[in-house]
């Protein structure tokens, strides 16, 4: 039996992390910047105190905000009911919210040939489900329902809150690293200065190399695990684990990527919208690397779950339930 609510609180730990790493990180580029700039206002650091104002705003914005900001960025518009794909896609996403006990998320469609969905919003009040069209066009209507079964479960687990946070805070953090390279003061060379220039301004040399991996910190805010547990509450809901499985091999035949998917968006994604050679790896270094499991290994899992089914018929479903 999978533990929804052990699931969801450990998202809220992982969030709380992720802010508290973005406000040290804001620190550090903060007091070398300041040094660099002799920006203080009596014994006030001025840069650094702008900087936690705005991973301030910015947490605030990713938690009110982040969710339209993502969908508009993918050109996300809602599912039209009078287009034949598009309703069955609404019926799908009804039918996944009366098995999980969830509200009923938005519906919107995503116009992209590349096969690929998901899911965000900060609560399960407000979350939305995406699809791409190119999904639509190639999905039966089994493999549609355990890729909105996967989605739902990212919802209950409240991987959605966490994913839209991580998407706009790692491009704060690396709109703060550039602006640190960008520049280029080199401290006052007296004798108040010095000591100081020497400790902190190599914080922000550091800071700033840090802002090309600040893209991965989905890896280790969402890890793969995330998406193993939502493919198996997929099958929870839809008792269907070779649906999802067949649907997981149609998107590894059409590899063509999300156009408008970035690195910071990556891990919202069913599957990675830009596949990498990472992806067909297992292991702690390409967990860092890749913000999802190889396709191979998911339909591996989901099939060996088919099995176990067959074995157990009577074995009972869990719920997404809050």
């Not at 040939?113 to 190639?138: C, M, Q």
């Not at 703060?176 to 390279?181: N, T």
């Not at 100081?196 to 550091?206: F, Q």
């Not at 063509?256 to 067909?280: I, N, Q």
């Given at each position: 039996?999978?533990?929804?609510h052990?699931?969801?609180e450990?998202n809220?730990?992982?969030?709380?992390?992720?802010?508290?790493?973005v406000?040290?990180?804001?620190i550090?580029v903060?007091l070398?910047?300041?040094v660099?700039l002799?920006?203080?206002?009596?014994?006030?650091p001025?840069?650094?105190?702008?900087?936690?104002?705005?991973?301030?705003?910015?947490?605030?914005?990713?938690?009110?905000?982040?969710d339209?900001?993502?969908?508009?960025?993918?050109?996300?518009?809602?599912?039209?009911?009078?287009?034949?794909?598009?309703?069955?896609?609404?019926?799908?996403?009804?039918?996944?919210?009366?098995?999980?006990?969830?509200?009923?998320?938005?519906v919107?469609?995503?116009?992209?040939?590349?096969?690929?969905?998901?899911?965000?919003?900060?609560e399960?009040?407000?979350?939305?489900?995406?699809?791409?069209?190119?999904?639509?066009?190639?999905?039966?209507?089994a493999e549609?329902?355990?890729?909105?079964?996967h989605?739902?479960?990212?919802?209950?687990?409240?991987?959605?809150?966490?994913?839209?946070?991580?998407?706009?805070?790692?491009?704060?953090?690396?709109?703060?690293?550039?602006?640190?390279?960008?520049?280029?003061?080199?401290?006052?060379?007296?004798?108040?200065?010095?000591g100081?220039?020497?400790v902190l301004?190599?914080?922000?040399?550091?800071?700033?190399?840090?802002?090309?991996?600040?893209?991965?910190?989905?890896?280790?805010?969402?890890?793969r695990?995330?998406?193993?547990?939502a493919?198996?509450?997929?099958v929870?809901?839809?008792?269907?684990?070779?649906?999802?499985?067949?649907?997981?091999?149609?998107i590894?035949?059409?590899?063509?990527?999300?156009?408008?998917?970035t690195?910071?968006?990556?891990?919202?994604?069913?599957?990675r919208?830009?596949?990498?050679r990472?992806?067909a790896r297992?292991?702690r270094?390409?967990?860092?690397w890749?913000?999802?499991?190889?396709i191979?290994?998911?339909?591996?899992?989901?099939?060996?779950?088919?099995?176990?089914?067959a074995?157990?018929?009577?074995?009972?479903?869990?719920?997404?339930?809050?």
């Amino acid at each position: 039996m999978i533990d929804f609510h052990a699931a969801a609180e450990s998202n809220r730990r992982r969030s709380r992390a992720l802010v508290g790493g973005v406000v040290l990180l804001a620190i550090a580029v903060g007091l070398a910047l300041d040094v660099a700039l002799r920006s203080f206002a009596g014994s006030v650091p001025v840069v650094t105190v702008l900087l936690l104002l705005g991973v301030a705003l910015g947490s605030w914005v990713a938690q009110r905000f982040g969710d339209r900001v993502v969908l508009a960025t993918l050109g996300a518009r809602p599912a039209d009911p009078a287009n034949a794909e598009q309703k069955q896609l609404l019926n799908l996403v009804h039918e996944m919210s009366v098995a999980s006990g969830l509200p009923q998320p938005r519906v919107m469609v995503i116009d992209d040939p590349a096969p690929n969905a998901l899911a965000t919003g900060r609560e399960p009040a407000s979350a939305t489900i995406a699809v791409t069209t190119g999904l639509l066009e190639k999905l039966d209507r089994a493999e549609t329902q355990g890729v909105v079964a996967h989605e739902m479960a990212h919802v209950g687990n409240r991987d959605t809150r966490l994913g839209v946070t991580v998407a706009v805070l790692v491009g704060a953090i690396a709109l703060v690293a550039d602006l640190a390279w960008r520049i280029r003061v080199q401290p006052r060379r007296d004798r108040d200065a010095g000591g100081a220039s020497a400790v902190l301004l190599p914080l922000l040399l550091l800071a700033a190399a840090l802002a090309p991996v600040a893209s991965r910190l989905a890896a280790f805010a969402l890890s793969r695990q995330r998406e193993y547990l939502a493919d198996a509450t997929a099958v929870a809901l839809t008792r269907n684990p070779l649906a999802l499985a067949g649907a997981l091999e149609r998107i590894a035949e059409d590899p063509r990527p999300v156009r408008a998917g970035t690195r910071g968006t990556a891990h919202l994604f069913f599957s990675r919208p830009h596949p990498g050679r990472a992806d067909a790896r297992e292991g702690r270094l390409a967990d860092l690397w890749s913000t999802h499991p190889p396709i191979a290994s998911r339909i591996a899992r989901l099939r060996g779950m088919a099995s176990a089914r067959a074995a157990s018929p009577g074995e009972g479903d869990a719920s997404l339930r809050a």
